[in-house]
């Protein structure tokens, strides 16, 4: 899922009059889209009743016409579980995903011990001031991360979590722990074991090796499925930040499934707002986000922001 490779070969330029040129591209496309919706919504109030296709023959599935194609169909519209309360979400998750022992409890296994590096951190943009001025503000019970890579931010948050008294804060990482195809070509020394790549041991070893073993938990899985079952265990987040695949529609399923499992009022963050990667996905998924739902996207550093999210109020 995690392209961070991209990010290395691409400038990351702002530019001011390309920005207000695709704002008022969305707003035309927005409301064109809305148009559409809407009349087709009219014309098609009875959708006509198909027979099963029958197993003998193949026929053409009708689609939906071009007109047809409207926002609504390729958004997230997840109602969520009730939510759990904060010191039960690490309880959770444990119960949930680990059947009820810790992934930390007798690790690491002897067969991978001798190919893990004691600590093999490697971040980009991890130690940005975004993440201070937020946690100092939302002052975060639960923060949800994802795309995790080797940890590097998710320790660093950690740290400024206990830094600043906040003693309690769990910091759940998504990711699937596969890094993107090739990415060891740059990182020759995490271990490749009969084509398993030790991603996550390596996440959890150098966790372990910074002491944050206590408040940091992977949660190895691709986004979008990982995301859907924290929504429906009420799995729920102060703080979520965005930083796995930065291509558009990697960056807008993300977006659209994670900001369903914040608190009311949370904030949602990201990485590479200034990207150039396929051409801007991540801006302009974020950007999109922000005009459907009538949100203002602030930016820290590389990182966008919108505060005060709350999921019922969701387009
Ligand atoms: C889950 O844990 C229980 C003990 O708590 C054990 O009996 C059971 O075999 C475990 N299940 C799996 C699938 O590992
Ligand atoms: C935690 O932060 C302090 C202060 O910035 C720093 O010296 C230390 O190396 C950090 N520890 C880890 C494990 O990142």
Redesign the pocket.
């Known amino acids: 899922m995690i392209m961070k490779d991209d990010r290395r070969l691409l400038p990351h330029k702002r530019d001011g009059l390309q920005f207000l040129k695709t704002k008022t591209a969305y707003v035309i496309f927005i409301l064109l889209s809305y148009a559409f919706g809407y009349f087709s919504a009219y014309y098609n109030r009875q959708p006509p009743q198909q027979p099963p296709p029958s197993t003998a023959e193949v026929r053409t599935v009708k689609t939906t016409k071009p007109q047809d194609c409207s926002i609504d169909n390729f958004r997230v519209t997840t109602r969520c579980g009730d939510p759990v309360p904060p010191e039960r979400i690490r309880r959770t998750v444990i119960d949930r995903i680990f059947n009820g022992t810790s992934p930390y409890s007798e690790f690491p296994p002897p067969h991978a011990a001798k190919l893990l590096r004691r600590k093999r951190i490697k971040g980009w943009g991890s130690y940005g001031a975004v993440f201070e001025n937020l946690i100092r503000r939302v002052k975060p019970k639960t923060i949800v991360e994802i795309g995790s890579f080797l940890g590097a931010s998710a ?2 948050m950690a ?1 400024l979590t206990r ?1 600043l008294g906040l003693e309690e804060t769990q910091i759940l990482c998504v990711d699937d722990f596969r890094g993107w195809p090739g990415f060891r070509d740059r990182f020759k020394d995490v271990a490749l074991v009969n084509g398993d790549v030790l991603l996550m041991y390596q996440f959890m070893q150098n966790v372990v090796s ?3 073993s206590g408040s940091i938990l992977p949660v190895p899985f691709s986004t979008g499925s990982a995301l859907e079952k924290m929504c429906e265990w009420g799995v729920t987040a102060d703080l979520v930040e965005i930083d796995a695949g930065h291509d558009f529609n990697s960056a807008w399923a993300d977006i659209n499934r994670a900001v369903r499992i914040l608190r009311p009022g949370g904030v949602i963050f990201g990485h590479d707002y200034f990207t150039a990667a396929d051409n801007r996905g991540v801006r302009r998924a974020v950007n999109l986000f922000a005009e459907i739902n009538r949100l203002k996207v602030k930016t820290d550093g590389q990182h966008w922001v919108i505060d005060s999210v709350s999921p019922s109020k969701l387009t």
Do not use: L
């Open positions: 320790i660093h740290n830094r910074s002491e944050f």
